[in-house]
């Protein structure tokens, strides 16, 4: 199929998707890690949830919420609410409750579709929850007059309010098609495409992604919501899954741009990135464009669209030639969609000039039905000018001598920072909300880095110092994390115009400038010196290597940053200690040594960077399996008889074996791929064995068992796992007992996970042939375990490449000045 392929009198999405669907037949809708959904079986699976939701009695004019993650499962119950006749209204599980649950009272929804255990953690509850795990081989009954039309709604995204009231966008059926027959033309597309799923269904990006897939019979590709934000992870899913049509806000591009050239440009499959959401990096383009030269095969075409939620995700497109990324507009975004018209006016509503600044207005079949249950701004911002309905944007633009258009930002109180559009008004009826806050007023702020930061000036409403670390927990606990702000400034008064309101043109003045002054850094753990020589350039850093408990309290108790690895703790007291703290930077794989609660709670930032030591842990895991497993012939004889000759044993394989591996997250599944790649029987021991989980395994053919079952069984028994209570000593002295005699112990957990003492007399007694450890418990307290000549350790950075220092460490560092910025920062906490 071919856009120009798309029917022309398709009346809603469900008939486009049947359509396609009984073309396409068992060509994959929906695939990736592993999965893969056809089209005629994905049609069939959707119609079985719009049977159900029939059977409650829901259809045309309902509206049902989605509180889904990211996966294969998502698309068709979207499909399947749509098929019902019904409109959706995707709910993102990340939200705060109170937010989630004014969203559902405020749409009136008639039931929500998800997990009822997510649904009830939401305080989402109280709705009918219609579980979406179906039976895939149930056949679905007829649908009576379930069929949506082209006036019919197809969802309602909500977005940031003016008035600090979130508000509701109805988006008809009739709207996304027009959308898909005017645009998807100016695209080579076809049914060879893969394109990735990248978007929350909270973000309207989405509904393009999805549609412009289906709508040419391509393939969609769910990007699970922890590979999204590990770059690594992600570009290793383009290459895999030879994604051709990537979606992207520039923000998240940023990271996966400078992943592309750390990683030397690996060859991809890609023919289109396409940016929406906010203004494009013009320079971040002409980076990976650069760097994709050196490629096989040709670059992918780059492509600009601006838009907005009411008229449908996109209004304009622009493919960004040399001459344009060479160019001195800071944000072109091309012409208007042939659908669409897009006039500048000025506040008297007259039409400007070319090449003068006005307000861009919209019309055309793009344009939605309004916000839903808010008639009043309805009336404001969809207006009938000219006899002609047209969406009042709020965005600035001037019109360029070759036709197209520059974007220059909004010109009221709405901003948009890192693809999210944000009412300030809504930050500040936020704030006001908070028991210590008399008055408060948001704006943006530009650092002399450049980065916009979201500032609050606050009036507190009594007199002593503004507790800045409540006021954030309130904002994190009531709003969205895009609302935010990420400094904070107590002011005695708020600046007033003649006429009684918020003079905003002075609250510039008032805010100091963000970046001005150095952070202060505590590094507790050995990081790339290159790294720390970088962060005392920008920072006032202080060292201290894993002090004692009670030197810690004292230290962190200044400190603005926590650069740590392992070997430190920051549990809930020492948080507290630390007043002033903003950012814990984990540069590790897991951040199991952190109380994360006790962080959010304190209002500080925490991130983890994972992507490139996650590997580089489970490849030293794999070294250590080596290593130990050259005792595997002989261990069982030459235990038994005293004897332990290291050299005889050189070069025995693990192949045949069994591992053991007790741990299934980020690093145990690189290892499990590891010893399989080995030739290894993998069995697992996992905490929550998950429906989807016990799936995943099955499909990879690792056996899933149980501790009393593995440890007996198992050559090789591998721990990664983190240290919780339930993870506190998990192999003692019963544990060890259970093992083979000839098996060998591999520990990559930090923490007291192992009993070491109990390790030892096991090891010394012969009752377990040998162990690899990387880095013992508890590092500057003697240990016996360096007696034994059968145990190997390793210190965890000192077994990582040069090469992975190096790049953890200048991710560190760039990952800790965005964090201070108030930027999103890829981690996987």
Same mark, same amino acid.
């Given at each position: 199929m071919q856009p120009s392929d798309l029917p022309a009198d398709a009346r809603s999405l469900p008939e486009l998707f049947a359509r396609v669907a009984a073309v396409r037949g068992d060509a994959p809708a929906v695939a990736g890690g592993g999965e893969q959904l056809g089209y005629a079986e994905l049609d069939r699976r959707a119609g079985a949830v719009a049977a159900r939701l029939t059977a409650a009695g829901l259809g045309r004019g309902d509206l049902v919420g989605v509180l889904l993650e990211r996966s294969h499962r998502a698309p068709a119950w979207i499909l399947g609410v749509l098929k019902s006749g019904a409109a959706?209204?995707?709910?993102?599980?990340?939200?705060?409750?109170?937010?989630?649950?004014?969203?559902?009272?405020?749409?009136?929804?008639?039931?929500?579709?998800?997990?009822?255990?997510?649904?009830?953690?939401?305080?989402?509850?109280?709705?009918?929850?219609?579980?979406p795990v179906i039976d895939p081989v149930a056949a679905a009954p007829a649908l009576d007059g379930a069929a949506p039309g082209p006036d019919d709604p197809a969802y309602v995204i909500y977005t940031s309010g003016s008035t600090g009231v979130p508000k509701g966008c109805v988006v008809t059926h009739g709207n996304v098609l027009e959308l898909l027959r005017a645009t998807l033309p100016l695209f080579e597309l076809g049914t060879g495409d893969r394109w990735t799923l990248f978007h929350s269904a909270s973000f309207d990006f989405a509904v393009w992604e999805l549609w412009g897939a289906w709508a040419t019979g391509a393939t969609a590709v769910p990007v699970p919501a922890a590979t999204a934000q590990a770059p690594e992870d992600f570009l290793r899913l383009l290459v895999e899954e030879r994604i051709t049509v990537l979606n992207q806000v520039p923000s998240a591009f940023r990271h996966l741009a400078r992943e592309y050239a750390d990683s030397g440009a690996p060859a991809t499959a890609l023919r289109y990135v396409v940016f929406g959401g906010e203004s494009v990096d013009l320079d971040v383009v002409r980076g990976f464009l650069a760097?994709?030269?050196?490629?096989?095969?040709?670059?992918?075409?780059?492509?600009?669209?601006?838009?907005?939620?009411?008229?449908?995700?996109?209004?304009?497109?622009?493919?960004?030639?040399?001459?344009?990324?060479?160019?001195?507009?800071a944000s072109p975004i091309g012409r208007p969609l042939p659908h669409l018209a897009i006039e500048l006016r000025d506040d008297a509503l007259r039409l400007v000039p070319d090449g003068e600044t006005g307000e861009m207005w919209v019309a055309g079949s793009g344009v939605a039905d309004g916000y839903l249950n808010r008639p009043e701004l309805t009336a404001e911002r969809f207006r009938v000018l000219d006899s002609r309905r047209m969406?009042?944007?709020?965005?600035?633009?001037?019109?360029?001598?070759?036709?197209?258009?520059?974007?220059?930002?909004?010109?009221d109180q709405?901003?948009?920072?890192?693809?999210?559009?944000?009412?300030?008004?809504? =930050?500040? #009826?936020? +704030?006001?909300?908070?028991?210590?806050? !008399?008055? /408060?007023?948001? @704006? %943006?702020?530009?650092?002399?880095?450049?980065?916009?930061?979201?500032?609050?000036?606050?009036?507190?409403?009594?007199?002593?110092?503004?507790?800045?670390?409540?006021?954030?927990?309130?904002?994190?606990?009531?709003?969205?994390?895009?609302?935010?702000?990420?400094?904070?400034?107590?002011?005695?008064?708020?600046?007033?115009?003649?006429?009684?309101?918020?003079?905003?043109? =002075?609250? #510039?003045? +008032?805010?100091?400038?963000?970046?001005? !002054?150095? /952070?202060?850094? @505590? %590094?507790?753990?050995?990081?790339?010196?290159?790294?720390?020589?970088?962060?005392?350039?920008?920072?006032?850093?202080?060292?201290?290597?894993r002090p004692p408990v009670e030197d810690l309290l004292r230290l962190v108790r200044d400190q603005e940053v926590i650069v740590l690895r392992s070997g430190v703790r920051l549990d809930a007291p020492v948080i507290a200690a630390a007043e002033r703290l903003r950012v814990i930077a984990r540069a590790g794989s897991g951040i199991d040594n952190i109380d994360v609660e006790a962080a959010r709670a304190a209002g500080a930032t925490v991130f983890n960077i994972p992507a490139v030591s996650a590997p580089a842990v489970a490849e030293l895991a794999l070294g250590l399996m080596l290593t130990v497993g050259r005792h595997l012939a002989l261990a069982d004889r030459q235990v038994r008889s005293g004897i332990w000759n290291k050299a005889a044993l050189s070069g025995v394989e693990l192949g045949g074996k069994t591992l053991g591996l007790i741990g299934y997250g980020r690093i145990g599944s690189r290892i499990a791929a590891l010893g399989r790649a080995l030739g290894m029987r993998v069995l697992v021991d996992v905490a929550r064995p998950d429906a989807d989980r016990r799936h995943e395994l099955e499909r990879l053919d690792y056996e899933l068992a149980p501790l009393k079952t593995l440890l007996p069984a198992s050559d090789v028994v591998c721990l990664a796992v983190p240290l919780t209570d339930r993870t506190h000593h998990l192999i003692d002295a019963a544990a060890l007992a259970a093992m083979k005699p000839t098996s060998l112990l591999v520990n990559v957990s930090r923490g007291l996970v192992v009993d070491e003492d109990a390790l030892y007399e096991a090891l010394a007694e012969g009752r377990i042939a040998g162990a690899g450890l990387?880095?013992?418990?508890?590092?500057?307290?003697?240990?016996?375990?360096?007696?034994?000549?059968?145990?190997?350790?390793?210190?965890?950075?000192?077994?990582?490449?040069?090469?992975?220092?190096?790049?953890?460490?200048?991710?560190?560092?760039?990952?800790?000045?965005?964090?201070?910025?108030?930027?999103?920062?890829?981690?996987?906490?």
């Open positions: 959706y209204v995707p709910l993102d599980p990340s939200y705060p409750a109170d937010r989630l649950r004014f969203m559902a009272g405020d749409a009136g929804l008639a039931a929500l579709v998800g997990d009822p255990d997510r649904a009830a953690a939401c305080g989402l509850d109280a709705l009918p929850v219609i579980d760097a994709a030269a050196a490629a096989p095969g040709p670059a992918p075409v780059m492509v600009n669209m601006y838009g907005i939620t009411e008229i449908t995700v996109h209004a304009t497109h622009l493919v960004l030639t040399p001459e344009q990324l060479a160019g001195r507009t969406y009042r944007t709020g965005d600035l633009a001037r019109r360029l001598p070759d036709g197209g258009l520059a974007y220059l930002g909004r010109n709405q901003v948009k920072l890192r693809g999210h559009r944000v009412e300030l008004g809504e =930050v500040e #009826a936020g +704030l006001r909300a908070a028991p210590q806050v !008399r008055d /408060a007023a948001a @704006l %943006v702020v530009r650092d002399g880095a450049g980065n916009e930061l979201l500032t609050a000036l606050v009036v507190p409403a009594g007199p002593g110092a503004l507790d800045v670390a409540a006021l954030r927990r309130h904002a994190r606990a009531t709003m969205p994390a895009q609302l935010v702000p990420n400094r904070f400034h107590p002011v005695d008064e708020l600046p007033l115009t003649s006429s009684g309101k918020l003079d905003r043109k =002075v609250l #510039a003045e +008032l805010a100091p400038r963000a970046g001005a !002054r150095r /952070a202060r850094v @505590l %590094v507790l753990d050995p990081i790339d010196p290159g790294a720390l020589d970088e962060l005392r350039r920008r920072h006032d850093v202080t060292v201290a290597l990387d880095v013992v418990a508890e590092e500057g307290r003697p240990n016996r375990l360096h007696e034994l000549d059968n145990v190997v350790i390793t210190p965890h950075i000192g077994a990582m490449s040069v090469d992975s220092q190096v790049r953890i460490g200048r991710i560190l560092v760039d990952s800790v000045a965005a964090a201070l910025a108030g930027q999103e920062v890829p981690n996987q906490c």
